[in-house]
Protein backbone atom coordinates (compact mmCIF):
# COMPACT_ATOMS: atom_id res chain seq x y z
CA UNK A 1 0.00 0.00 0.00
CA UNK A 2 1.56 3.23 -1.25
CA UNK A 3 1.15 5.38 2.10
CA UNK A 4 2.09 9.39 0.95
CA UNK A 5 0.93 10.82 3.98
CA UNK A 6 0.04 9.35 7.96
CA UNK A 7 -1.51 10.65 10.69
CA UNK A 8 -0.21 10.70 13.88
CA UNK A 9 -1.92 10.05 17.36
CA UNK A 10 -0.28 11.19 20.14
CA UNK A 11 0.07 13.41 23.26
CA UNK A 12 0.62 16.85 23.69
CA UNK A 13 2.38 16.27 26.98
CA UNK A 14 5.82 13.94 27.22
CA UNK A 15 5.02 11.82 29.78
CA UNK A 16 6.95 10.04 32.39
CA UNK A 17 9.61 8.78 30.04
CA UNK A 18 12.40 9.73 27.74
CA UNK A 19 11.38 6.84 25.26
CA UNK A 20 7.97 8.85 24.42
CA UNK A 21 10.10 11.87 23.42
CA UNK A 22 12.68 10.05 21.63
CA UNK A 23 9.84 7.26 19.85
CA UNK A 24 7.83 10.48 18.72
CA UNK A 25 11.15 12.20 16.93
CA UNK A 26 11.81 8.71 15.47
CA UNK A 27 8.71 8.73 14.07
CA UNK A 28 9.09 12.35 12.42
CA UNK A 29 12.70 11.30 10.90
CA UNK A 30 11.39 8.00 9.55
CA UNK A 31 8.50 9.94 8.13
CA UNK A 32 10.66 12.16 6.36
CA UNK A 33 13.21 9.91 5.00
CA UNK A 34 10.46 7.94 3.29
CA UNK A 35 9.20 10.92 1.96
CA UNK A 36 5.53 10.84 3.60
CA UNK A 37 3.95 13.56 5.08
CA UNK A 38 2.91 13.62 8.82
CA UNK A 39 -0.60 14.14 9.66
CA UNK A 40 -0.94 15.52 13.19
CA UNK A 41 -2.76 17.86 15.20
CA UNK A 42 -0.74 20.75 15.34
CA UNK A 43 0.68 21.27 18.61
CA UNK A 44 4.02 22.39 19.83
CA UNK A 45 4.40 20.67 22.60
CA UNK A 46 4.65 17.28 24.24
CA UNK A 47 4.86 14.36 21.80
CA UNK A 48 3.36 16.19 18.99
CA UNK A 49 5.94 18.97 19.03
CA UNK A 50 8.90 16.78 19.09
CA UNK A 51 7.41 14.53 15.56
CA UNK A 52 6.74 17.44 14.09
CA UNK A 53 9.99 18.98 14.62
CA UNK A 54 12.14 16.24 13.74
CA UNK A 55 10.13 15.77 10.84
CA UNK A 56 10.67 18.90 9.85
CA UNK A 57 14.39 19.03 11.06
CA UNK A 58 15.07 15.92 8.59
CA UNK A 59 13.44 17.56 5.31
CA UNK A 60 9.64 16.26 5.52
CA UNK A 61 6.37 18.20 5.35
CA UNK A 62 3.90 18.76 8.04
CA UNK A 63 0.51 19.58 8.31
CA UNK A 64 -0.82 20.77 11.30
CA UNK A 65 -5.29 20.81 11.98
CA UNK A 66 -6.06 21.82 15.89
CA UNK A 67 -9.54 24.03 16.85
CA UNK A 68 -9.55 27.53 17.45
CA UNK A 69 -10.22 26.70 21.34
CA UNK A 70 -6.90 24.44 21.20
CA UNK A 71 -4.60 26.92 19.33
CA UNK A 72 -3.64 28.62 22.26
CA UNK A 73 -3.88 25.84 24.64
CA UNK A 74 -1.52 23.15 23.39
CA UNK A 75 0.41 26.34 21.41
CA UNK A 76 -0.26 25.61 17.75
CA UNK A 77 2.95 24.61 15.48
CA UNK A 78 3.68 27.86 13.46
CA UNK A 79 7.00 26.51 12.09
CA UNK A 80 5.10 23.75 10.19
CA UNK A 81 4.60 24.20 6.15
CA UNK A 82 0.47 23.87 6.80
CA UNK A 83 -1.58 24.59 9.99
CA UNK A 84 -5.25 24.23 9.61
CA UNK A 85 -7.86 25.77 11.98
CA UNK A 86 -11.44 24.24 12.47
CA UNK A 87 -13.74 24.62 15.16
CA UNK A 88 -14.52 21.43 16.58
CA UNK A 89 -12.71 18.02 17.51
CA UNK A 90 -15.39 16.01 15.10
CA UNK A 91 -14.11 18.58 12.28
CA UNK A 92 -10.17 18.11 13.56
CA UNK A 93 -10.32 14.25 13.36
CA UNK A 94 -12.54 14.01 9.95
CA UNK A 95 -9.97 16.30 8.83
CA UNK A 96 -6.81 14.43 9.62
CA UNK A 97 -8.62 11.10 8.32
CA UNK A 98 -9.16 12.62 5.29
CA UNK A 99 -5.53 13.81 4.54
CA UNK A 100 -3.99 10.31 5.69
CA UNK A 101 -3.42 7.17 3.76
CA UNK A 102 -2.83 5.79 7.31
CA UNK A 103 -3.07 6.38 11.29
CA UNK A 104 0.08 5.52 13.83
CA UNK A 105 -0.26 5.59 17.48
CA UNK A 106 2.27 7.01 19.92
CA UNK A 107 1.46 6.96 23.78
CA UNK A 108 -1.02 9.50 24.46
CA UNK A 109 -3.78 10.43 26.96
CA UNK A 110 -7.84 10.24 26.53
CA UNK A 111 -7.62 12.18 23.04
CA UNK A 112 -5.47 9.88 21.54
CA UNK A 113 -7.38 6.88 22.60
CA UNK A 114 -10.52 8.73 21.23
CA UNK A 115 -8.76 9.24 17.88
CA UNK A 116 -7.25 5.29 17.82
CA UNK A 117 -10.85 4.02 18.35
CA UNK A 118 -12.65 5.63 15.93
CA UNK A 119 -10.25 5.17 13.26
CA UNK A 120 -10.69 1.73 14.32
CA UNK A 121 -14.25 1.37 14.15
CA UNK A 122 -14.72 3.13 11.04
CA UNK A 123 -12.63 0.87 9.87
CA UNK A 124 -14.41 -2.19 11.12
CA UNK A 125 -17.71 -0.79 9.42
CA UNK A 126 -15.09 -0.79 6.41
CA UNK A 127 -15.95 3.27 6.12
CA UNK A 128 -12.14 3.06 5.20
CA UNK A 129 -9.57 0.44 4.39
CA UNK A 130 -6.80 2.64 5.80
CA UNK A 131 -3.99 0.78 7.96
CA UNK A 132 -3.78 1.75 11.88
CA UNK A 133 -1.05 0.52 14.04
CA UNK A 134 0.14 1.18 17.71
CA UNK A 135 4.40 2.14 17.99
CA UNK A 136 4.48 0.27 21.53
CA UNK A 137 7.16 1.92 23.05
CA UNK A 138 8.22 0.59 26.36
CA UNK A 139 5.53 -1.57 26.48
CA UNK A 140 2.60 1.26 27.04
CA UNK A 141 -0.36 -0.12 24.72
CA UNK A 142 0.23 -3.62 26.18
CA UNK A 143 -2.85 -3.38 28.59
CA UNK A 144 -5.06 -2.25 25.77
CA UNK A 145 -3.67 -5.46 23.18
CA UNK A 146 -4.91 -7.07 26.07
CA UNK A 147 -8.31 -5.65 26.19
CA UNK A 148 -8.94 -5.96 22.47
CA UNK A 149 -8.28 -10.14 22.87
CA UNK A 150 -10.97 -9.91 26.22
CA UNK A 151 -13.38 -7.93 24.20
CA UNK A 152 -12.43 -10.70 21.38
CA UNK A 153 -12.83 -13.62 23.88
CA UNK A 154 -16.03 -12.26 25.40
CA UNK A 155 -17.76 -11.88 21.76
CA UNK A 156 -18.07 -8.51 20.89
CA UNK A 157 -15.24 -8.24 18.80
CA UNK A 158 -14.19 -10.63 15.93
CA UNK A 159 -10.62 -12.03 15.90
CA UNK A 160 -10.44 -10.53 12.54
CA UNK A 161 -11.19 -6.68 13.34
CA UNK A 162 -9.22 -7.33 16.63
CA UNK A 163 -6.08 -8.16 14.15
CA UNK A 164 -6.34 -4.97 12.09
CA UNK A 165 -4.73 -2.88 14.43
CA UNK A 166 -1.12 -3.39 13.67
CA UNK A 167 1.60 -3.28 16.22
CA UNK A 168 5.06 -2.93 16.29
CA UNK A 169 8.26 -1.62 19.12
CA UNK A 170 10.11 0.32 16.02
CA UNK A 171 8.84 2.67 13.66
CA UNK A 172 10.60 1.16 10.90
CA UNK A 173 8.80 -2.16 11.21
CA UNK A 174 5.92 -0.25 11.88
CA UNK A 175 6.22 1.35 8.57
CA UNK A 176 7.01 -1.90 6.63
CA UNK A 177 3.70 -3.62 8.39
CA UNK A 178 1.36 -0.39 6.90
CA UNK A 179 3.05 -0.58 3.77
CA UNK A 180 2.48 -4.13 3.46
CA UNK A 181 -1.15 -3.98 5.02
CA UNK A 182 -4.57 -5.76 3.30
CA UNK A 183 -7.70 -4.49 3.89
CA UNK A 184 -9.48 -6.68 6.19
CA UNK A 185 -13.21 -7.83 4.47
CA UNK A 186 -15.44 -9.18 7.30
CA UNK A 187 -18.67 -9.00 8.29
CA UNK A 188 -18.77 -6.74 11.37
CA UNK A 189 -21.82 -8.65 13.46
CA UNK A 190 -20.11 -11.36 15.88
CA UNK A 191 -23.28 -12.98 16.52
CA UNK A 192 -23.94 -13.35 13.10
CA UNK A 193 -20.45 -15.10 12.60
CA UNK A 194 -20.54 -16.86 15.19
CA UNK A 195 -24.18 -18.69 15.37
CA UNK A 196 -24.65 -18.23 11.61
CA UNK A 197 -28.24 -16.35 13.05
CA UNK A 198 -29.84 -13.67 9.86
Request: with cysteine; charged share 20%; aromatic share 6%.
Amino acid sequence: MKLSAICVFCGSSPGARPEYLEAARAVGTALAERGIRLIYGGGSVGLMGAAADACLAAGGHVTGVITKRLLGLELGHRGIQSLEVVDSMHARKARMAELSDGFVSLPGGMGTLDELAEILSLAQLQEHQKPSGLLNVSGYYDGLRGFLRHMVSERFLLHEHGEMLLCAESVERLLDQMEAYEPVLAEKWVQRKTSGMG
